[in-house]
């Protein structure tokens, strides 16, 4: 699966069901497999299968969130992130997709601290560290905020996003030159970024 042999997988891993029907764990690779390849309900069909036959199989509960939020179904994705979670399963990913699935559900208050978990678990998870700074943005702690962005931009300094949103947290904090440097650096990865554009313009005009 690995090597993207996925028929040979196929083989292997339905081999291992009738071989062993009653383990969980060829069900869960299966499905892992189907949704790799974009095969999303017999990928839910064999989690499920694998929950029948283990009631406390995180990694199924795992993988059947990763198929709803593929299927942008983000209140059943939460619903099985969070049985991942009681299920015992501690990893920075579960931990970032809770909080993003808790966004898109407009809810970053409780996303807060799952995606604060999820960088505490994995300090390079840049996307989660973005994530968790928008969410602190939200809630008006702009200060943690922007020390996030801008830690963002250091490991990742083509993260034309986090430019702009520390320019914005910049400008709300009244400081001008910081915020039309960050604006400028979020042009200059990215020259159509529509809303740096808009706040330089904003800032300038002012």
């Known amino acids: 699966m690995q090597e993207g042999d996925f ?46 036959l283990d009631n406390s199989a995180a990694a199924a509960y795992y993988g059947a969130g990763n198929v709803y939020v593929m299927k942008e ?22 931990f970032y997709m809770l909080g993003t699935v808790l966004v898109k559900l407009e809810q970053p208050k409780l996303a807060l601290p799952y995606l604060q978990r999820a960088v505490e678990l994995n300090e390079n998870d840049t996307e989660a560290r973005f994530q968790f700074g928008m969410c602190l943005a939200n809630e008006e702690m702009l200060d943690e905020a922007l020390a996030q962005f801008e830690t963002v931009i250091e490991q990742d300094p083509s993260h034309a996003d986090a430019f702009y949103n520390a320019g914005v947290a910049y400008a709300y904090k009244e400081n001008r030159e910081k915020a039309l440097e960050m604006l400028e650096g979020a042009i200059g990865i990215q020259p159509d970024h529509m809303l740096a554009l808009h706040a330089k313009q904003l800032i300038t005009q002012s």
């Open 73 to 94: 179904s983000f209140s059943e994705a939460k619903d099985m992130f969070e049985k991942a979670l009681r299920s015992g399963m501690e990893n920075g990913d579960l």
């Open 7 to 52: 028929e040979k997988a196929a083989e292997a891993f339905t081999k291992a069901i009738e071989e062993n029907g009653q383990d969980p764990v060829p069900y869960i690779n299966f499905a892992n497999l189907l949704s790799s390849v974009n095969e999303l309900e017999r990928a839910l069909a064999f989690y499920n299968r694998a929950l029948e």
